[in-house]
């Protein structure tokens, strides 16, 4: 064991405890107040009105591996896709999911059969709302763009991992005359999305959807968690560039 | 009474294993380590896996829309003859045969290509947009940076002007300071959202595994 | 005996009270009431008339007044209880008869419908029986309410003609006559014989064209003010009665007394020139006497409940009335409201009475003259021939009111109210004074508990258990403005609902795509053009020092030793990474080294491939699969692969892509290759990373970087991952040696080497593409940036075009 392993698992440690802190703090106080993101204020808004006008909803949880550090923003969007999945159940066209990996596929699959399962409507249910677009980032997207385009969709949610190819994807979806509301843990993909989408989720805000979904008041609390952890953070950096201006590290 | 013991077992599972692998990261104890690096193994097992199962889902998926004759049909079609025709040629000349590498160099390359093409004009459509669609001042100074990055980049008409171009111009400064300094304050947020969605997997809180 | 329980107040007191010693509530009910759950009803079961022991309504005597009959009309409708009364008085509107206000009217106490049997006497056929009927009956109330006679009323006894119905409880209790007959029902008999006829059929009350005597405006007038009255004495009392009986000789009908003592009004003339306001017991005995046989017996009087008052305060209805029961209800006290509602709802009962009126009998001479005891103002009430008691009465102050002036409004001359009276009565004066609340709280009058029919009490019960008239509301139904506007929004989505909607087909060609299409030629043109009419003149950049340093690390390797290979791109980016990696991949082999290609995606191991061959073309090379170079294919799992081929390179790849073309076999790179003397990756001269992703650099940085100890890393990637890289190069310790950034990168690159390759071929088109680039930028944005200005749009609210 190294100084770098102990810090690790003390941070670790102190996430999880914080976590656990607000957790119940949460239940108190039904979860406080969250500042305000506009892209998920408006999302609400946009599934009501795809359902009502019978459009398609359209969810795409990027191409990272599960197994990966890119893993954290595709679970996020499985996340979403099931809180959704319920909400759009009623409209005449099913939601679909698309992802560049395979097991993200899998997943997205089990989530949208739960919502159903839970909405005791497990006989629409078909396997196939959850698609493998593509393996490679680019046939990803070529092969999601086909949804946007001819699947009538008029809300697309990109959540997960994605690189500079959802470019494409958000481009697609403004001809189509479709809301976007994007959202990855890539730095190129953040700064193209600012340009390209109506709604993009920039920094750690792709983090937040399942809070702001309401998924459940853990979510919260870990949201709360990295805010408290941000601000150590930000301690840190700032004792420690002292420190260095001093001589003394 | 029938009895839905999946969802308890795999979670028990899920907790189990990231547990073991999260303290294997941080304590390297004999016991611990092993058991981290024959998940691990396990994992990227099951990775190739999981590749193989996307590649039967995206088959069942375009051969269902062949038979229903739904719209796009015709390129489900080619989509899965390009598939099978592939997997013949690999499968016959190996993955560095000629014909294999010709397909990959004629075929799968320059079609990407091509979209990357395709993306850089859809970046300066946006970037030419962004002010009429989001008109406030982070846009003005977004596309500002943008555009002496680009200047600084290339010599303007084969001149590379003092204060623009080189190590002290203007374009080290954005990218060697501003740049990295706000990647840096991104990334680290997005190491928090990380390490709290994998720590809700471990919990049990999240459970993408179950149905 | 037991203690008896105040209905009021619920405290204990001595059984042989009357009165409660806590809140001087009655504790025994008025013949006829009855306590029950606190509240006062009446006795049904105990019929008028039946407790006299005969039937009243044939029961003959002299004619009665209207108001009288009245009184008889309403003991023959029953006394109706408080709830229906209640309800009758507030339903809106409703039309009522005096005789269904009489059914459902206000409770009247037992001594007040007694009086309204003296005074409505129906001509009885046998005026003998009757009026033996009448004795027994009188005899039985009055043994029934022995002791709560008054003693002004038992002295009416002397006078009383047993044939007369009972009008009061007091007059029961005198009808202990010598041959048990009551004395004063006996003077009434003897002036009924005297040839007084029955009082008037019905008497008329101005305002009120029903012929229904049985006003119960008039009676309950009649009973407030009866029960306001103090109880006189008997000397008092006898008095007046005595004076009658001199009037009772006198031959006139009563009709026509009645007529000749009032100009539009009508007095029972056994009142008219009545004199003390109480007559004694003996005196209404003789009006019982007076009147005939048979006639209908009304309730029993009620015992009076205020307590006695001096001698000089006389009854209202018998001191100096006039023979005049005319009642003008709308002189009553306007500004009250519920005396308004109220005298309203009698008028309209009143006016709206169908039944017939009930022929009263002549009262006697002694009642001749005596105007009815309810009336207020205007009244008459003595005609032109004034009793002698009532000259004899003191003036008492009256309180200024409408009545000091002699002549009202209608021309009829005001008649004297005693003083006792005119302090009860509202006036007009002290309405200035009063809040509109205690005017009506005087104004009102009880309706429930022992105070029942008392004006100015505290209620006996809470305001919430009132049923006030509701104000009435329009049935039409309201809509408000906002709600009308939603209703016809619906209706118009109603009308569009069968209409089909033209779709709106999709534009082909639209400004999106025109603007685009002007990027693609703009972009095209450029590159084109630069590509194949120049572009090599222009300068390539100068080479920054991490690729120098780059430089210096390859250059650093041994010659043929082990350099690891990662090609993780994607093919989509091969045109970025080739023109940046193809001069760096030429002087490795140009040192001879031994690549060893790796990849984390699933199409690197063919582009490493692709990229061999492309160098061996470019750089005349004769790089060889096995020999030269080794390919170990993919290894997935993305970080967790990376990590797991940093700590077991063996396991994780132990075999590469390519056949052994001998053996037909997979080559085992670990035994058979230059590679068998390799045990970690520490063991290669250099890691050379080819990626365009950030997130690459960062996995290959953070995961096999700590165990490459001295082995260097260098990188090779896309612009856009410059920023996230130079940390790595720049911190402290150097976490990569050096990187090669994109086609400027390797442009410098191949500068800095001397050898030119596809970087250098495309500098001149990059330099001339990127600036056309940046002009669209300009100028498109410029283009946009108006209409922002003009209409700024929230964020994520583009307008569509």
Not at chain 1, 151 to 171: K, Q, R
Not at chain 2, 92 to 121: D, R
Not at chain 3, 261 to 268: A, F, M, N, Q, T
Not at chain 3, 341 to 359: G, I, M, Q, R
């Amino acid at each position: 064991m190294n100084l770098s392993s102990i810090t690790g698992f003390g941070f670790v440690l102190i996430f999880f405890i914080l976590m656990l802190v607000f957790f119940v703090l949460s239940r108190k106080d039904g979860g406080g107040t969250l500042r305000d993101i506009g892209a998920f204020s408006r999302i609400s808004r946009a599934i009501g009105m795809a359902v009502e006008a019978g459009k398609r909803l359209h969810i795409s949880l990027g191409r990272g591996s599960i197994i990966g550090v890119q893993a954290a923003p595709a679970l996020v969007g499985l996340s979403v896709l099931e809180r959704i999945a319920r909400t759009a159940s009623m409209s005449d066209r099913p939601m679909i999911s698309t992802s560049g990996e395979g097991t993200l596929a899998i997943l997205s699959q089990g989530a949208m059969k739960s919502a159903y399962r839970n909405l005791n409507i497990l006989s629409q249910y078909d396997p196939n709302y959850g698609r493998l677009s593509g393996l490679t980032p680019f046939a990803y997207a070529c092969g999601t763009i086909p949804v946007i385009y001819d699947e009538e969709s008029s809300l697309n949610i990109l959540l997960g991992h994605f690189g500079s190819e959802i470019a494409l994807i958000a481009d697609a979806s403004e001809r189509s005359g479709g809301m976007t509301l994007a959202g990855s843990d890539s730095l190129p993909a953040q700064a193209i999305l600012y340009a390209a989408a109506h709604e993009p989720l920039i920094g750690e805000e792709v983090y937040a959807a399942s809070a702001y979904v309401q998924a459940g008041l853990m979510h919260t609390a870990s949201l709360r968690a990295q805010d408290a952890l941000r601000w150590l953070f930000v301690a840190v950096l700032f004792l420690g560039a002292l420190l260095k201006l001093a001589g003394i590290v | 009474m029938k009895l839905n013991l999946r969802a308890p077992i795999s979670s028990s599972i899920a907790i189990a294993v990231g547990f073991l692998v999260l303290l294997g990261y941080f304590f390297d104890f004999g016991l611990l380590t092993a058991l981290r690096r024959v998940f691990l193994q396990w994992a990227v097992i099951l990775a190739a896996i999981a590749m193989m199962v996307g590649v039967a889902n995206l088959f069942a998926v375009h051969w269902t829309k062949i038979k229903t004759w739904q719209a796009g049909s015709g390129y489900s079609l080619i989509l899965l003859l390009s598939l099978l025709i592939t997997l013949m040629v690999v499968g016959f000349f190996g993955p560095t045969g000629s014909w294999t590498l010709w397909l990959f160099n004629y075929i799968e390359v320059p079609i990407e290509s091509s979209l990357m093409a395709i993306l850089a004009i859809a970046l300066a459509y946006a970037s030419a947009r962004l002010l009429r669609r989001r008109m406030n001042p982070f846009s003005a100074i977004f596309l500002f940076t943008a555009l002496i990055v680009l200047l600084a980049t290339v010599p303007i008409l084969g001149i590379e002007l003092p204060g623009l171009h080189g190590p002290d111009g203007i374009r080290s400064l954005i990218t060697g300071i501003f740049t990295v300094a706000g990647a840096r304050g991104i990334l680290l947020g997005i190491v928090l959202g990380t390490v709290a969605t994998a720590l809700r997997i471990i919990m049990g809180i999240d459970r993408p595994y179950s149905e | 005996m037991e203690d008896v329980r105040c209905p009021m107040c619920g405290k204990p007191n001595p059984p042989d009270e009357e009165v409660c010693q806590f809140c001087q509530a009655r504790l025994r009910p008025i013949e006829g009431f009855a306590f029950s759950d606190g509240d006062l009803y009446f006795d049904s079961s105990k019929e008028p008339g039946k407790e006299l022991g005969r039937d009243v309504n044939t029961s003959t005597g002299p004619e009665l007044p209207d108001w009288l009959k009245s009184f008889r009309q309403e003991d023959d409708a029953g006394i109706p209880s408080e709830e229906e009364s209640l309800e009758a008085s507030i339903q809106p509107g409703q039309e009522s008869s005096q005789e269904e206000i009489f059914s459902e009217g206000v409770e009247l106490p037992a001594w007040l419908h007694n009086l309204g049997e003296e005074a409505i006497i129906e001509e009885s056929e046998i005026p003998g029986e009757e009026s033996d009927n009448a004795l027994q009956g009188v005899e039985e109330l009055e043994s029934s309410l022995e002791g709560s006679i008054p003693d002004w009323l038992s002295n009416m006894r002397h006078v009383e003609d047993p044939s007369a119905p009972d009008e009061s409880l007091s007059t029961k209790q005198s009808l202990a006559g010598t041959d048990g007959e009551p004395e004063w029902l006996r003077g009434m008999r003897d002036s009924q014989e005297d040839g007084i006829t029955a009082p008037p059929d019905e008497v008329k009350i101005p305002g009120i064209e029903s012929d229904d005597s049985g006003d119960i405006f008039t009676q309950s007038e009649e009973e407030k003010e009866l029960s306001g009255l103090p109880v006189g004495t008997p000397e008092g009392i006898t008095d007046w009665l005595r004076q009658l009986e001199e009037v009772e000789g006198k031959t006139e009908k009563p009709e026509e007394a009645v007529a000749d003592r009032s100009d539009d009004s009508e007095v029972p003339g056994w009142l008219m020139g009545a004199g003390d306001e109480f007559a004694e017991p003996e005196e209404i005995s003789e009006l019982e006497e007076a009147a005939s046989p048979g006639e209908e017996i009304q309730e029993p009087k009620p015992e009076p409940i205020i307590p006695p008052q001096e001698e000089e305060i006389v009854p209202a209805w018998l001191s100096g009335l006039e023979a005049s029961t005319e009642l003008i209800l709308e002189e009553r006290a306007p500004e009250v409201t519920g005396e308004e509602e109220f005298s309203s709802l009698l008028e309209e009962k009143s006016l709206e009475s169908e039944t017939p009126p009930v022929k009263a009998e002549p009262l006697p001479d002694y009642f001749q003259g005596s105007v009815a005891p309810f009336t207020e103002e205007e009244l008459e009430l003595l005609g032109e021939e004034m009793p002698a008691w009532v000259e004899n009465l003191p003036v008492s102050e009256t309180v200024a009111g409408p009545l000091e002036e002699k002549i009202g409004e209608d021309g009829i001359e005001r008649g004297e109210l005693p003083g006792w009276l005119e302090a009860i009565r509202p006036s007009e004066t002290e309405e200035a004074t009063t809040s509109i609340s205690m005017v009506e709280e005087n104004a009102r009058v009880e309706s429930a508990g022992p105070l029942v029919g008392l004006r100015g009490v505290l209620p006996a019960e809470p305001e919430i258990s009132r049923i006030n008239k509701t104000s009435g509301y329009s049935v039409k139904l309201q809509i408000p403005e906002k709600q009308q506007a939603r209703i016809t929004a619906l209706q118009e989505l109603m009308k569009t609902e069968g209409k089909p909607k033209l779709v709106q087909d999709r534009l082909v060609i639209s400004s999106q795509h025109i603007l685009r299409i002007l990027i693609f030629v703009g972009l095209s043109l450029t590159i084109i053009w630069t590509s194949f009419f120049g572009g090599e003149n222009i300068l390539l950049p100068a080479f920054p020092v991490e690729v120098f340093d780059a430089s210096q690390a390859v250059n650093g390797i041994p010659s043929g030793a082990p350099v690891l290979l990662a090609v993780d791109y994607e093919p989509g980016f091969s045109a970025e990474m080739e023109a940046a990696s193809t001069t760096v991949i030429d002087h490795l082999m140009l040192k001879g080294a031994y690549l060893t290609i790796v990849s984390t995606t699933p199409t690197g191991p063919a582009l490493g491939e692709r990229l061999v061959n492309l160098v061996n073309r470019r750089g005349n090379h004769y790089y060889q699969d096995s020999n030269q170079y080794i390919n170990l294919g993919y290894i997935p799992g993305g970080l967790t692969g990376l990590l797991a081929f940093a700590e077991m390179p063996q396991r994780i790849t132990p075999s590469s892509l390519t056949i052994d073309k001998n053996t037909g076999k997979q080559i085992r790179v670990w035994q058979d290759t230059q590679l068998k003397n390799l045990t970690r990756l520490a063991d290669f001269s250099l890691v050379l990373v080819l990626t365009e992703s950030p997130d690459t650099v960062r996995s290959w940085v953070e995961q096999v970087q700590p165990v490459l100890r001295q082995t260097p890393i260098v990188m090779v990637t896309s612009a856009q991952a410059e920023p996230l890289i130079r940390p790595y190069y720049e911190g402290r310790p150097q976490q990569i040696k050096g990187f090669v950034a994109g086609v400027a990168g390797g442009a410098s690159y191949e500068k800095l080497t001397m050898r030119l390759g596809p970087a250098a071929k495309q500098w001149g088109a990059f330099s001339n593409g990127l600036l056309v680039a940046i002009l669209i930028i300009l100028v498109g944005g410029a283009i946009n940036a108006i209409p922002g200005f003009i209409h700024p749009t929230k964020r994520g609210g583009e307008a569509k075009s």
